[in-house]
């Protein structure tokens, strides 16, 4: 009879799984947690929240979260580059839409495969910024594509076009069941070259477009101000200065330079090149 495999879940979960739990139900937690104990293919489990024991499957990554039987996906924050790049969307409905109008900005290659498409989607259509196959999806229509999204209002549709994405190993986003896909969206803010992204990893879409709004509250158009400057410092420190360790020191001074109160004052005026010289000549002289 074969011994069925332990399964070991991350210490820096199972020693600390709460704070504020007492000491004794702390450590008794935790060794049941280093103890799960595999029952025709489920695993049973103590669910502290339902304060019981309960069975279920399990997934877990190295630093997931703890949620009714199971470990959360451990989803890894990308920034990509999509210029010129070809991606597919098929469905053309609300949420292909929003989807679009972000690929739009992002200067990549759009194709849309869809029957029918809203308002805005043909007015972009109609300005050459994407283009429409007006009719369903069919195999084989995601040959070539860097990114697809899956966004139509038929499940079985949407899984289709992520069964060929993922036989391709295409990165696909399946908007009716995230886990599904191999990536899944964030809401985001954007402040110029500021961008902040919030995600619950797929457990509460609402939950993260309401902090993306608080998010958007809290940061200003200053900080856009204030990134363009950032932005132009590294790229004059990294022109004129050829000696690592003068850089690593100009980038921490301007680190430390309290310029978004300035730009907040009104009193901010950009630099030209001459003033970027003389402030790197200043530190140069220390």
């Known amino acids: 009879m074969t011994r069925p495999r332990r399964l070991h879940l991350p210490s820096p ?8 739990m007492p000491r004794a139900f702390s450590l008794t937690f935790g060794w049941i947690c280093r103890n799960v104990a595999r029952v025709r293919g489920f695993l ?11 069975k279920g499957t399990v997934c877990y990554t190295q630093y997931g979260n703890f949620r009714k039987g199971y470990l959360m996906t451990y989803y890894v924050p990308l920034m990509m580059n999509l210029e010129n790049r070809r991606c597919v969307i098929v469905g053309g409905g609300s949420v292909a839409e929003r989807k679009t109008a972000s690929l739009i900005d992002a200067g990549a290659e759009l194709v849309l495969i869809s029957p029918e498409a809203t308002s805005p989607l043909e007015q972009w259509i109609a300005e050459g910024r994407l283009t429409w196959e007006r009719r369903g999806y069919r195999e084989g229509d995601l040959k070539g594509a860097f990114l697809v999204f899956a966004a139509t209002d038929q499940a079985e549709v949407n899984d289709a ?22 990536f ?7 402040r110029g070259g500021l961008v902040l992204c919030v995600s619950t990893s797929g457990a509460g879409p609402l939950v993260a477009k309401k902090l993306s709004r608080d998010l958007d509250a809290h940061f200003g158009e200053d900080y856009e101000t204030y990134v363009e400057f950032l932005s132009t410092a590294r790229k004059m420190i990294k022109e004129r200065e050829p000696d690592a360790h003068r850089r690593a020191v100009l980038f921490k001074a301007l680190a430390e330079m309290d310029v978004l109160a300035s730009i907040r004052k009104g009193r901010f005026q950009a630099w030209n090149e001459n003033k970027w010289i003389a402030w790197m000549d200043e530190y140069r002289e220390e």
């Not at 049973?44 to 309960?54: E, I, N, S, V």
């Not at 899944?184 to 954007?190: E, F, H, K, L, Y």
């Open 44 to 54: 049973l489990y103590f669910d502290p929240f339902a304060g019981k024991m309960q």
């Open 13 to 20: 979960w199972y020693k600390h799984p709460c704070k504020n």
């Open 161 to 182: 076009v992520t069964a060929e994405a993922h036989a391709l190993g295409i990165p696909v986003n399946h908007a009716g069941e995230g886990g599904k896909g191999s």
């Open 184 to 190: 899944i969206s964030p809401s985001v803010v954007r």
